[in-house]
């Protein structure tokens, strides 16, 4: 290489096997080397707390504003002692009025939704047991794999439309609802995903053979109407991923106003007592942030204050203690304190 | 064992194989099991299997099998075409050297084959410039003298032109004779050593000559090697195909795993055994959550006890078990490979190690452990050729006790030589004329009169083209005779015997007889000690003894020469014995060295030469780095001690005295010896680290530690710095590498000559220099460079990022899939224990192969500090070579981050998206979304400089991650369809997302900024000094900070054992405290 240049040039043309030059072979690339300097990182929290603490703000009020009733009923609608009897009884009548006042006006649409406390659907011995094909394609009801234990029924082996856990358990509570003393229409259309209607009930799919066996799960379906029709089989199986969730059963379009009285009759029907869970009645109007969950408010607040804490903290500290960044002689001080590790 | 050979005889030839060449590693058939045996040796590998296989029983699987599967094919499918790619070459190159067309001589007759036809015992005609299709006996040459020229650079590596001479038996057949001649060799079986052949052979035809006579590896044609300079010659055929001396030495080399390779099969098996009790755990709760509240909620129908299965308990350790697997990362090894290929090729491409002497670019042979080479530990190089040029220069010389060249450094040029040699001073001509004749030297003339020199060894053409210089002109040359010419007149010499010259004898000698007188001379040279004890009673040896010591203070290289005269009765006696020894089929060599030694005695000592070999270009500032660098450097040399050690003065490999101490191993007898080692270890113990201390010892001594101290030796080697070993063979060279190695330290092995292979192969990473004597070492070495200054920057540039690199992209990989297998034992917990999958197959999948595996091959782009930093703080090798950034510790940092990650995305997500819309599939993109977002932002954090395919990579990943799902969710059969859509229609995903990257990196570049700012790494500082600076200028003040930052580098290299606490009790660290 120190070699004069004529001479370089002379061996570079006797088929040298010198390596081409180019940015990239030579790990030579421009390259930027951003350092976790004081002014980057205080900017960088300040910034983080300027734009989290007004959308924290912006969502928490968002969520206050949604007026959202909820109504254990799953105790209170079941007076016997013993409540899985109770319940398991198909004779008994099983209807239940429950009174709800509203606390501030609610805007319609006004969603209406069973929660769940304690119940599975996650669990991977309900969550894997349907089985699509069967729910979309008419020629495809004998394809069951997946269903068991919900496959066949019980006397002649015939295949099961929608077959599986999930649909045999489909939720059969049923609300009416009333509002000073006239009967309030709910909306039960539309209450399931289009995508989900379109593309994968079938339209030509029918029940048959559902809950015909001697252990009936919980909702019948009208053989009459096919299954991308059937919206709360729909909603049912759209299965939620904790074990507390929330289902649409309708929507309620007109306004409430408030201290007006709700009354509602349900159909108290399904058993979530033999394993302890709750049921509860939820009436909730919508924002741009979906329901009410003041989680994401609070988070970016705190968040946001925290940021905020931790930069002015960064300033105060580095004018206590200034350093200067890059400058051994700080190093010294390092060689000093002997439990330094370094 | 022998093997008999019957020349041109059709009875035994099919009992040997035939010519057929195979270097191929597979056949059509074999290729599929034996490859797949191979690879399933890995235990990952057998892991996975056992994991795909799991997975085929659908009541456990929690996801589909192509999960596993799907990668497991593909890796499977790209090591195996690789594999299969490289047989693939070898069978064609195998294919194009066995059809090759061939002239074989049969009953007369010459015909053309193929050289996978030649049998044993056929005679095989070659023409110049042929290649030698497999080992023959030579028989016959166009040269009347009988020999020829052969190059064997494809056996050995060595360059120069190399005689073979027919054997005396054949010597006057005549070409038609020899295309029917009859006979026998009998020779041993098949062997790997090319510088031995031990055989013998019988004529038939035409003449039955019952005279046994010799052969040796100079009667010989080895495959592989060309002919040259001689126009035909022709052979039986001894060894052919995959038997021959080459075919026999190929062999695949065990491949070497680097110590971030050993780290990485540790933390494999730890997340393993962690795995196992995770699963157990899991599955125990599993199934006390199944008989406490499964069998109540009725909606599972689970069946009625005593109708289950008796395998019942284990499916929900074994869905876990499925679940957990990906806690190993399927795609670690294929991320790996990959950029270990990339490293690899960044060294063959570096122009700034480029060779432009020589024309020679640095190579890596081997792509697998670029990364050890940033923490080599222990550099053991050779002297000669390595630190020194090779270049041989004959400088002063000592005749008969006059010293020449002593004033003007140059003996060449020394007036009182030249008049000498004018005045025909007896001695000095005799010096001059064992110069010239006692030597292997092949001259060649060209075309315009003059000579050249083509020579095995330095020495002797650096002591032949001196005598030329003096007059004494070697002209010719071949198997018995020699051509000089002295002053203008020509005289003839007989050579009658050649005493070869081997490294246990450590001379050489020639028996000639002078043409005009008919006396008979024994011209010998070799070292001092070997030749000294030889000397005939009476001689002033004190004299030469002293120019010896002198010569050496110099860093010159002396050889003795001494001549003897023989009767001739005398030379018949001992001819006769020395034929005998030579004929002999066992001990062969140990036979000769007697016979030799029996007439290498009384000598008369002419003198010394004393040869200087230059320093390379570039050592003494390269020795100065690397020590910095906190490497040991040993000097392992054949030559004398002093010698030595005035090389390694010269070179900074020692400083002279009041800084340093050079202790000496050395005695007459063994217990001296012993007794200096023990001495030596204690000084070593009880001297302050800022006095560097070496020790000296030579071959004899190491033999008598070796046999019977070798723990106190090893603890000596621990704590020097600096080891100055001369007189090793190479055998010797090979074991103090092993004895380095088997005290867990990382060695680096550099050497360029044929008697350093073996310590090459030996070390952990082998660097040959492409040098003077051959490409042997460069050949059999990992890594070879053009001079040794280049070891600078393999070492600290290319080793140093490598082992950053290979640090960062394994712990990252661990920490991806940690991340998102935490992610799925937390749903567990809220999926009553069953095992259900948060995500879906195409995600997991994905995931480990594609979301994550893009961006962290960017950081094979990753540079922490510049390269001209590292050069000027050389000391911050010494992170590597600690292990800091891949150990245990740093692991447990990982681990804790990804645990610390899962949580954040699992809470956030189910908090943010609980109630209505908690719905699987997306409550399962968002907590993926989230692991992507978190991901690129950790890989963002851990790069130190960003150029553009780094940018493109990290953040064109995530556009991809979107792109690809978005499509996706395009597709209504699959189970995403329209949930993507539905996930970015929503402000409060993006919200959530925010959340995650705020509260997840949040922590972690804080504790950064303060570990920066109040505790900062020397990688830091020099980071900020890069920074603030633009580029390092040491201007005055900078100066103390320099040194103060100096010191910071060596003081934690003295803390560096209390720097981290190792967690697994056997860690490399841990082990060598002791």
Redesign the interface.
Known sequence: ???PASE?DS?AS?R??????SKF???E??????????GI?IG??SL?GVI?VP?GLA?LAASQNIVELIDRYDAECVSANDKVGFIQDTKTDKACTRKITVPKPMKGPI?I?Y?LEN?????????KSRNDKQLLYKDAASTITNCE??ATSEDGGAPIVPCG?IA??LFNDTYSFSLNKKAVEVNKKNIA?D?DKN??FGSDVFPSNFQKGGLI??AKLNEKIPLSEQEDLIVWM???????????YGRIESDIMASDEITVVIQNNY?TY???GTKALVLSTTS????R?N??GV??VA?GG??LF?AMG?VILYVI?P??????????W??ENPD??? | MKRFVYINDDSCRYSYCDNRISNTKYSLWNFLPKNLWEQFRRFMNQYFLLIACLQLWSRIT?VSPATTWGPLIIIFIVSASKEAWDDYNRYLSDKKANERKIWLVKDGIHRQIKAQEIHVGDVVWLHENDEIPCDLVLIGTSDPQGICYVETAALDGETDLKTRIIPTISANLSVEQLGKVKGVVECPNPDNDIRRFDANMRLFLPIIDNEKCPLTINNTLLQSCYLRYTEWACGVAVYTGNETKSGMSRGAAEPKLTAADAIIDKLTIAIFMFQIVVVLVLGYFGNAWKYT??L????????VEGEAPWYDFSIIPL?FELLCSIMIPISIKVTLDLAKGVYA??I?????M?D?ET???AHSANTAISEDLGHVEYILSDKTGTLTENKMILKRCCISGTLYGNDNGDALNDVRLVNAISSNDPDVIKFLLVMALCNTVVPIKSNDDTVSYKAQSQDEEALVNAAANLNMMLISKDSSTAEICFNGSKFRYELLDILEFTSDRKRMSVVVKEGQTGKILLLSKGADEALLPLACPGQQIQKYLEAVEMYSQLGLRTLCLGWHDLKESEYKEWSKNFQEASCSLDNREFKIAEVCHSLERDLHILGFTAIEDCLQ?GVPETIKLLRNAGINVWMLTGDKQNTAIQIGLLCNLITSEPNSQLLSISGKTEEDILRSLERALLIMKNTSETKDLAFVLDGWALEVILKHSKESFTRLAMLSKTAICCRMTPLQKAQLVAILKSAGYLTLAIGDGGNDVRMIQEANIGVGISGREGLQAARAADYSIGKFKFLKRLILIHGR?SYNRTAFISQYSFYKSLLICFIQIL?AF???L???S?FNSISLMAYNVFYTSLPVMTII?D?DISETTVMQYPQILLHSQAGRLLNPTTFCGWFGCSLYHALVIFF?T???????????????MVALSGCIWLQAFVVTMDT??????QILLIWGNFVAFYMINLILSAI?SLQL??IMFHLCS???YW??M??TV??GM?PV??F??FK???????IN?L???????GSIQTSGN?E???A??L??LT??RK?RD??YHPLLSDSAESARTD
């Open positions: 290489m120190s070699l370089s061996l006797r040298s096997k010198k390596p081409k030059y072979t030579q790990q690339l421009p390259a930027c080397k951003p350092l976790l300097t004081p990182v960088a929290f983080i989290f959308i969502s969603h939704y929660q119940f599975y659907q996650n669990h991977r011995r309900y969550v234990p919900e856990l045999w358990s995903w995508s593309k994968k799960g919980g759209r299965t939620a991923a904790l074990p507390t969730f929330r289902k649409l058993n033999s394993f302890g741009w942030i979906g329901g969950n989680f994401i988070a970016y968040i925290i940021c931790l960064f203690k350093r200067a960044l890059g400058d051994p002689n700080y190093l010294s390092n060689k330094h590790p370094n | 929690p509240q499964g109540k909620q009725w909606y599972l129908m689970y069946p869905r090729k960044f063959d491409w570096d122009e700034q480029f432009w024309n020679t670019p270009d990022y749903f809220l999926s009553g069953s095992g259900t948060l782009f540079k956030i189910i908090c943010a998206y609980s109630d209505e819309k908690s719905e699987m599939q997306e409550l399962s130190n400089s960003f150029t553009y395919p209504p369809y329209t929503q402000p409060s919200i959530s925010a959340l705020a509260v949040g570049v804080a950064r900024y920066n700012l109040y505790q900062p790494s020397a500082i980071q900020q000094i890069e920074q603030s600076n900078l103390s900070a320099r103060n930052l010191n910071l003081g934690s803390n209390s720097y």
